[in-house]
């Protein structure tokens, strides 16, 4: 069965420094695709990068890049020069196949940045 | 372009009665999905919808039913509503394809539902 792992459920990361957020996934699909999501305390999910399985380079979407280890099943989040604004939940997530938008999310990890 | 938005924003009902929730996708988006999230059970998919036709459904009770319409909007309805329906329930729309950037679901903020 498909399933997200966050096994971060808390971190601090200092202004400007670089961060990294773990995720685990598990699939037997060949197809699918990952996400990750920013959630602020205001509730909404805001959709920070994607990676498909095919893709062979990491995803980059400004500060974020996705750190795809495909043999080891791992997509982590990486962001860049930490900015107070990025103190938010994230959420991995996968989408098994692409004739859907169903995705499967994690537990999520609490982000703090700290001056 | 205006995102998604979602109505009411919150919601308090008492349990036994029956809601409407309201989704707007994005202008040009077919694929609308509705999320419940809750601090117990995190975010579980409830349904999805791609040009009125339900393509995906989550684990949920016959109570939670939903539906889209031909301007791609949606709306899902719980009925009969118990305690354990407060929650969060967001909903996310995407061009509903499998090609380029078809696959990114934008969110809306939310519709906050307390059941007391």
Known sequence: AQ???QTQPGMFVQEKEAVTLDCTYDTSDQSY???WYKQPSSGEMIFLIYQGSYD???ATEGRYSLNFQKARKSANLVIS???LGDSAMYFCAMREGFNTDKLIFGTGTRLQVFP | KAGVTQTP???IKTRGQQVTLSCSPISGHRSVSWYQQTPGQGLQFLFEYFS???RNK???PGRFSGRQF???RSEMNVSTLELGDSALYLCASSLGGNRGRSYEQYFGPGTRLTVT
Do not use: P, V
Request: charged letters at 15%.
């Open chain 1, 3 to 5: 399933k997200i792992t």
């Open chain 1, 33 to 35: 695709g990952l996400f």
């Open chain 1, 56 to 58: 062979e380079q990491n």
């Open chain 1, 81 to 83: 020069a930490s900015q």
């Open chain 2, 9 to 11: 924003r919150y919601l």
């Open chain 2, 52 to 54: 009125e036709t339900q």
């Open chain 2, 58 to 60: 989550g684990n949920f």
């Open chain 2, 70 to 72: 031909s301007n791609s």
